[in-house]
């Protein structure tokens, strides 16, 4: 079992409509989720993180998390052409010697958002 | 404030060099952590400094290496370069050694041929 999984997609969603992204994790351990969003030969940019059960709103972006069940989603409202990008999901996993800490990424979700 | 910043950004060398990469973090981020990214997958884990001491290392040969300096710039080295060594490579800049946001910057296009 991989230890961040993503569907690779696409998802295809027309301009305007709410996309939903989804993450499962596999350590139990896993301390803090961030969301990041990677165009096409660019570096990931950081847009949400979550430490805590529950929503996290900002802007078009909503964060959910829930650690029993070991799932983390993003919602974008009102996509944008501009949306379209590999979205990354990263759990910050402390490392086996206690004194530091890894993200580890799943593939990512590659959203077209369509006119 | 300036991001991250990583020199160069484009490189290609032949099997069986050395590379050296570097990577400046954001003013009053204290850890550097460094990325593997291939075609298709998300980032590999390498190497995380904090104060100029290792914290962690991924999964990677002992042809890589790290270091971090006084001013918690850092550079990776990559001895004997193999054509599977081709990838992006990442720094993620974050203000402590924690689970805490970390912020990349712009990579570094390497190219083994």
């Known amino acids: 079992q991989k230890e961040v999984e993503q569907n690779s997609g696409p998802l295809s969603v027309p301009e305007g409509a709410i996309a939903s992204l989804n993450c499962t994790y596999s350590?139990?351990?896993?301390?803090?989720f961030f969301w990041y969003r990677q165009y096409s030969g660019k570096s990931p940019e950081l847009i949400m993180s979550?430490?805590?059960?529950g929503d996290k709103e900002d802007g078009r972006f909503t964060a959910q998390l829930n650690k029993a069940s070991q799932y983390v989603s993003l919602l974008i409202r009102d996509s944008q052409p501009s949306d379209s990008a590999t979205y990354l999901c990263?759990?910050?996993?402390?490392?086996?010697?206690?004194?530091?800490?890894?993200?580890?990424f799943g593939t990512g979700t590659r959203l077209q958002v369509t006119l | 404030d300036a991001g991250v910043t990583q020199s160069p950004t484009h490189l290609i060398k032949t099997r069986g060099q050395h590379v050296t990469l570097r990577c400046s973090p954001i003013?009053?981020?204290?850890?550097v952590s460094w990325y593997q990214q291939v075609l298709g997958q998300g980032p590999q884990f390498i190497f995380q400094?904090?104060?100029?001491?290792?914290?962690g290392r991924g999964n990677f040969p002992d042809r890589f290496s790290a270091r971090q300096f006084p001013n918690y710039s850092s550079e990776l080295n990559v001895n004997a370069l193999l054509l599977g060594d081709s990838a992006l490579y990442l720094c993620?800049?974050?203000?402590?050694?924690?689970?805490?946001?970390?912020?990349f910057g712009q990579g570094t296009r390497l190219t083994v041929v």
């Open positions: 993620a800049s974050s203000r402590g050694q924690g689970p805490t946001e970390a912020f």
């Open positions: 350590d139990r351990g896993s301390q803090s």
């Open positions: 003013s009053g981020h204290k850890s």
């Open positions: 400094y904090y104060e100029k001491e290792e914290r």
């Open positions: 979550i430490y805590s059960n």
């Open positions: 990263a759990v910050n996993i402390l490392h086996l010697t206690g004194t530091a800490s890894k993200l580890t």
